[in-house]
């Protein structure tokens, strides 16, 4: 349609015959903003109904306008600049895209092709002007897109790198032990009569199979944070108490490096009301980290005290520190500041987001600050107990459970056996059975005292095991255990509600064990 328009306007005679405003009558009619415009002022002397639909200007309004007047703020160099090099001839033709400012102050896109014609004898810029706002929106929502798109595709590559990476950490760190248990019960194997070996040995396969717990536990641990089902046992809890257990934990780790360890409690008693346990992990993950990041016979120091209405722990060591590049990250799952294949460090990278949310999960916050090479210094500010006092302790371990017959039911017969050794030399009675068609046959003629049932059996679980064992009149009065690999809230209430008395999570510590055969009443 321009170039007709155009070329009508070029066919035009030396125009004597035919008045602008005929002209004008007819461009009225386009669909696009059409204008003339005088070459000096760049005013608009002509304009039709169009361009004064896309401005909200009337026509007299607009007559006299400039087109920079009408141009927005930010595009008035680019329309300047264009608009200098087409009077200079330097293009036949002058196109360009910007922004109008219409009369209501809401800015519309425009597409503006810019032409030199004759009328009269004289020569004016002639301007088509088409409203290309709806498409610019649709372009700039198509490249939104497409940056969201990039974005996700890069998070998504991020994330599965980080995924085989952890997956590969975690392969290192379940090798690990697992070919210490391994080389220790062969060694054992071989020497059987050695009684300081076979001590050794036991030593090793103990602590081995506590890291393997450990290394469950935080991937547990993890998912529970993720899904907000972490539960936090409160209670009154002394600061020394906490930072005495995670010195505890750590001493073998701290000594094995030949570490330096510095240790300064408050003499003044500082009470917090928080989970004991997850306190200790909290402290006990610092401590090792510490300890695992500092070059053997570095200086590693916990300092506990009240400061400010809050309970202090600051936990400093004279290790390589954090880059700066990492630290930003440093509580992100699976973030590590050092995780090159040698791996000697060891970790999942999980521990500081489990810290971090254990701390925050007590009303606490965690700072780090570090420089690589120089060490590291965090600090763990908790609020303090309100009324602090002395939360009741056991004060003496609990007695040897009573002899108890036992039937134990586990598929896993490496599981059922060593449970079974273990349970004889505490001096208790044990048959054990393979799968729930056992258990039922065992049973007819064996009343245990106690069973301890595997949820997971083949064919029929242990969760419905339970149910046909508690219809036998013989059996009414047994206490029932659930051994399960699932220890999550609704794995105890699903227990329950089959029948069972207790739950107990895989690995068995025998303590535990020996506690709930001991026992009589529902729990």
Same mark, same amino acid.
């Given at each position: 349609?321009?170039? #007709?328009?155009? $070329?009508?306007?070029?066919?035009?005679?030396?125009?004597?015959?035919?008045?602008?405003? *005929?002209?004008?009558?007819?461009?009225?009619?386009?669909?696009?903003?059409?204008?003339?415009? $005088?070459?000096?002022?760049?005013?608009?002397?002509?304009?039709?109904?169009?361009?004064?639909?896309?401005?909200?200007?009337?026509?007299?309004?607009?007559?006299? #306008?400039?087109?920079? *007047?009408?141009?927005?703020?930010?595009? #008035?160099?680019?329309?300047?600049?264009?608009?200098?090099?087409?009077?200079?001839?330097?293009?036949?033709?002058?196109?360009?895209?910007?922004?109008?400012?219409?009369?209501?102050?809401?800015?519309?896109?425009?597409?503006?092709?810019?032409?030199?014609?004759?009328?009269?004898?004289?020569?004016?810029?002639?301007?088509?002007?088409?409203?290309?706002?709806?498409?610019?929106?649709?372009?700039?929502?198509?490249?939104?897109?497409?940056?969201?798109?990039?974005?996700?595709?890069?998070?998504?590559?991020?994330?599965?790198?980080?995924?085989?990476?952890?997956?590969?950490?975690?392969?290192?760190?379940?090798?690990? =032990?697992?070919?210490?248990?391994?080389?220790?019960?062969?060694?054992?194997?071989?020497?059987?009569?050695?009684?300081?070996?076979?001590?050794?040995?036991?030593?090793?396969?103990?602590?081995?199979?506590?890291?393997?717990?450990?290394?469950?536990?935080?991937?547990?641990?993890?998912?529970?944070?993720?899904?907000?089902?972490?539960?936090?046992?409160?209670?009154?809890?002394?600061?020394? /108490?906490?930072?005495?257990?995670?010195? @505890?934990?750590?001493?073998? &780790?701290?000594?094995?490096?030949?570490?330096?360890?510095?240790?300064?409690?408050?003499?003044?008693?500082?009470?917090?009301?928080?989970?004991?346990?997850? &306190?200790?992990?909290?402290?006990?993950?610092?401590?090792?980290?510490?300890?695992?990041?500092?070059?053997?016979?570095?200086?590693?120091?916990?300092?506990?005290?009240?400061? /400010?209405?809050?309970?202090?722990?600051?936990?400093? /060591?004279?290790?390589?520190?954090?880059?700066?590049?990492?630290?930003?990250?440093?509580?992100?799952?699976? *973030?590590?500041?050092?995780?090159?294949?040698?791996?000697?460090?060891?970790?999942?990278?999980?521990?500081?987001?489990?810290?971090?949310?254990?701390?925050?999960?007590?009303?606490?916050?965690?700072?780090?600050?570090?420089?690589?090479?120089?060490?590291?210094?965090?600090?763990?500010?908790?609020?303090?107990?309100? @009324?602090?006092?002395?939360?009741?302790?056991?004060?003496?371990?609990?007695?040897?459970? =009573?002899?108890?017959?036992?039937?134990?039911? *586990?598929?896993?017969?490496?599981?059922?056996?060593?449970?079974?050794?273990? &349970?004889?030399?505490?001096?208790?009675?044990?048959?054990?059975?393979?799968?729930?068609?056992?258990?039922?046959?065992?049973?007819?003629?064996?009343? =245990?005292?106690?069973?301890?049932?595997?949820?997971?059996?083949?064919?029929?679980?242990?969760?419905?095991?339970?149910?046909?064992?508690?219809?036998?009149?013989?059996?009414?009065?047994?206490?029932?255990?659930?051994?399960?690999?699932?220890?999550?809230?609704?794995?105890?209430?699903?227990?329950?509600?089959?029948?069972?008395?207790?739950?107990?999570?895989?690995?068995?510590?025998?303590? /535990?064990?020996?506690?709930?055969?001991?026992?009589?009443?529902?729990?």
């Amino acid at each position: 349609m321009y170039r #007709k328009l155009k $070329d009508a306007v070029d066919a035009l005679p030396t125009l004597a015959d035919i008045s602008a405003e *005929e002209i004008f009558l007819e461009l009225d009619r386009a669909n696009v903003g059409m204008a003339l415009i $005088d070459i000096e002022t760049r005013r608009f002397l002509r304009v039709n109904a169009k361009i004064c639909e896309i401005t909200g200007y009337a026509r007299e309004e607009l007559i006299h #306008k400039t087109a920079a *007047e009408l141009t927005h703020p930010d595009d #008035k160099t680019l329309d300047a600049e264009s608009f200098t090099r087409f009077v200079r001839g330097e293009v036949d033709r002058r196109v360009i895209e910007k922004r109008y400012v219409r009369k209501d102050g809401a800015p519309v896109w425009v597409h503006i092709t810019t032409s030199m014609v004759r009328l009269g004898g004289r020569r004016y810029l002639f301007g088509v002007t088409e409203d290309i706002t709806a498409r610019k929106h649709s372009q700039e929502a198509l490249a939104d897109a497409l940056i969201e798109a990039e974005l996700a595709k890069q998070a998504l590559q991020k994330a599965d790198r980080r995924k085989d990476e952890f997956l590969a950490m975690l392969a290192h760190e379940l090798r690990n =032990p697992l070919s210490s248990i391994h080389n220790a019960v062969q060694v054992l194997g071989a020497v059987a009569d050695d009684d300081a070996v076979r001590e050794r040995m036991q030593g090793i396969i103990a602590r081995q199979s506590l890291h393997l717990a450990r290394l469950v536990d935080d991937l547990l641990d993890v998912t529970r944070i993720r899904t907000g089902k972490i539960i936090l046992r409160r209670q009154n809890v002394r600061l020394a /108490d906490v930072v005495s257990a995670a010195v @505890e934990t750590t001493r073998p &780790l701290i000594d094995g490096r030949a570490h330096a360890l510095a240790v300064n409690v408050s003499e003044r008693p500082v009470w917090l009301v928080g989970d004991e346990v997850r &306190l200790v992990q909290v402290l006990a993950n610092l401590l090792s980290n510490a300890a695992k990041y500092t070059p053997s016979g570095g200086r590693i120091a916990i300092d506990a005290a009240d400061e /400010d209405g809050c309970a202090v722990v600051r936990v400093a /060591d004279s290790g390589v520190g954090i880059p700066d590049e990492v630290l930003p990250h440093i509580f992100d799952l699976f *973030e590590q500041a050092n995780s090159t294949l040698a791996r000697t460090e060891g970790g999942l990278g999980i521990g500081l987001t489990i810290v971090k949310s254990l701390v925050e999960g007590h009303g606490g916050t965690i700072r780090i600050s570090t420089a690589a090479g120089v060490g590291t210094i965090v600090e763990v500010r908790l609020p303090l107990a309100a @009324e602090p006092h002395e939360s009741p302790r056991e004060k003496s371990r609990p007695a040897r459970a =009573p002899r108890r017959n036992i039937l134990v039911v *586990e598929d896993n017969a490496d599981a059922a056996e060593s449970l079974s050794l273990l &349970l004889r030399l505490h001096g208790h009675s044990v048959r054990t059975a393979g799968d729930s068609r056992a258990a039922l046959d065992i049973t007819e003629d064996f009343h =245990p005292d106690v069973l301890l049932i595997d949820i997971g059996l083949p064919g029929m679980d242990g969760y419905e095991l339970a149910r046909h064992l508690r219809r036998k009149e013989a059996l009414q009065a047994s206490t029932f255990v659930a051994i399960s690999g699932y220890g999550e809230a609704r794995d105890k209430v699903r227990a329950v509600q089959a029948g069972y008395d207790y739950h107990l999570v895989k690995p068995l510590n025998i303590a /535990d064990v020996e506690e709930t055969v001991g026992r009589r009443e529902v729990h």
